[in-house]
């Protein structure tokens, strides 16, 4: 399509364009890429000034820009037709799906599928081969199970939720409308509830269940467990990147976003809007505030306050862990320095 | 059912109780939860005096309190009916029995089931739907293979063994009676053993086995390799929690419980009863004592000796580790001192 | 099969060994065995000289030795027949081919497999009970799918790549030649791409796709995400362990080896032979030169130079890392050193 043709079919609100300069940098627009990919036909993005020598070096006949004069006039001058917005990134959200459509299978249910009689399935689902659905499982409208996955009795999930290949869903867990279960989670087993005793670990049965409330993300192969008592929930809108576990009995705000490989022991509560970054472990029972920050690799065993960033293992005001770290490379030579001061005034320590 | 009912029905060992002296004082039990959440009408638990506070602040019409004397009071005061025992948790655990079965699928052979004819097949087993055993299985008896669940050739799983769904249990591996496998751990894949060549990785063949014990639990989406040669071993009655990594030729000894994240390089060997939190790391060859204990996130490159706790990356004694940590955290503070010092004195260093 | 017998058989190049002056010395091999568990019978071998001692402790009958004449003279002492090699790991692996074969389904097509009329399957294909091939995927020859493997639409698997069981392939990945998936690994599902907006996360669709080139191969449950557009790719003869992530958009080079539950955040671009150990953790966007090292736990945040190793969290140079973990285990005597300075001098710090 052509670039004024693309502009046109935009719901993003557009501060400046090429166009309007220039109606003839009009380039046909194949497709999208990364800036650093993008060859001619493509359009792409400039997320801010950071990336400004892209505008010069990307091959792209097309950009988005931030809202920077300098840029627009950078681009003009290399050729490239272009718009200028607030959120960069989020306009090249809406263009992607101007030229992609997610692969989304049709309504059906498949011959193989095993379903319970008892189950309960809502109008325009799919169910792909293979998928078990036990005894008492309420499904919604327009869920879409793909091949393979299992769903344990009395599990309800809600409208247009989508379950990817191989994940399993345990018994009485609910899943809120929208929600997204990559390939491979786990939702719901049994969470990790063991006594010692004298003589050996005793299980403590997990009669809980796991709540997800609309909109939650779960990533590949992540889990997500059940308690003892009680609930196991993920807010609303709330998204798990591949390989994060969560314990039995946390609770999860609205709104966060939990990096790949994150860890929470059991009974975690963590506010709103948190956000914590690829490898964190939190210990049992801690409490996170609201948008609350956590760097990557963080060890988190005390509680965090809202609107704080935490960094380090055990975690520490981020501000305090950025000095700590810069001096901890520097070690040696401070180890060397107090040697020095000691040997200097024969200090008998 | 009546709180004197259930009191009657604990096998635990009732130390003291409300109904001694209060016999009239005996609710109506509906449910178990836990002492923050629970409602009127539930049995909750006090740990300890840790979480005293809770005989008020808990809605729970029914405690199992520690052996304290002045809790027992404060809960009659609050109409609260009570017994005390020696421990609560182990207690609570036996309570929730009387109010939830664990999920148990009726013994049948699914008709979707593909089930090699040389397979042996136990009385009273449960193969639900597509699930898949190759040659040479040997399966116990009461044994339950929930849906989808693989199981490669010449594996033996003992009686009463419950493998959750979307799991894979690879050649030759070896499970003994009452393990449980969670949903979608791999048990006895091959372990990653590649030989540098001038001209790039040479596979090591992986010609040895998995072995769990009796009594094993291995967590969702969990892995535990077999080696070139030889057995990776897991000794009986240890627990591993979720997304847990087994590396080749690790022996981990009985008792022993691994929580979530957790990663063995290959031909670790632990000791029994050790204990590993969150995301720690081991490598490879390391021997970890028994009864030891190492914290959260800590990464092991030395032999830890049996029964001492170890904490950090690389791992040290805890409580050398305690005063480190607390002093990383000066470390701004230090320096300044000690460049305040060399200022004073005209130190040249 | 005797031990002359299996010297003829090997292909490796063999400097010295025990039969030339010893040609009794020649005993009945029936297996192969760790040096530390090797009975009567079994043949093992010395990696180093490391391992020196066990030429005596061993029990095996005969052991592939480095190029050392000592550990020759010992081994003849004992009784024990021997070849010396330049490595004697990757004549061991040799080794265990003679004993061991792999377990390798013959082909065939499994009638419960659910296979779109429109997928082109090579031939001498191996496809399991219960495999799941969508739409327009395209399958070489001799290619295995054990059971319960997910393909979705479009999917291209190269000549002779296993694909193990429960492992799931998302739409478009392009699977190179002799490839080992195995089981519960998911390749080329949607990265975690949200953009954040005023009204919360807004989905970035994920229109990439995941390229594996020929001989990669990735552990269990590991998970290998596509971007928002363009690639992801693992480069030729790359190994990767089980549970590691390789997040949207990364470009890994050629035979590089990933230790388990190591974590790439997005758009990481790792050279070639690059070895990360366990649980190492990438920021965005940082790139790894070609050789680098990066031992266990570390996290890197910064670009890594070629052929360097690097440690620590953040990761700074090994040789520097060596020499700040020695004196971070001394810091409580440091601190105690530069107090005492202070209150001799009656600094007013």
Redesign the interface.
Known sequence: MKFSELVENLNSEIIGQSLTDHPTLNPEIL????VD?ATSGTLSYIEGLKFASFVQRSSASALILPLDESLQVQATEQGKAWISVA?P??V??EV??L??Q??QPQPSI?P?A?IDPTAKIGSAVYI???V?IQAGVTLGNQVCL???V?I??DVTIGDRSIL?????I??RAQIGCDCVI???A?IG??G????P?AS????????GITVLED?VEV???S?I?R????ETRIGK?T?L???V?I?H?CTVGQ?C?F???V?L?GGVTVGNGVLLA??V?I?NQVKVGDRAIIT??S?V?NDIPAAEIFSG??A?LNK?YL???A??????E?????K???R??N?P?
């Open positions: 497709g999208v890429a990364a990919e959120n990134r989020l090249f959200a992607i799906t030229f992609y997610p692969y498949h193989s095993v792909g081969p293979h078990v793909h091949p393979n299992v344990y009795p990817h290949a191989n994940c399993t345990h018994e990559h390939s491979g786990v087993a049994e990790f509830g063991f006594v005793t050996g670990w005793m299980k403590m049965e997990q009669s909109g990533g590949c192969n889990t467990d308690p003892a008592v009680g809108a998204k990147d591949n390989l576990h314990g009995g709104n976003a990096a790949a490989q860890g022991a690829g490898q472990g210990a990557a690799q060890g065993h293992s055990p520490i305090l000095k700590t770290a001096i901890y490379k520097r070690l040696p401070l180890y060397q320095s107090l020095a001061l000691e200097h005034f200090h320590v």
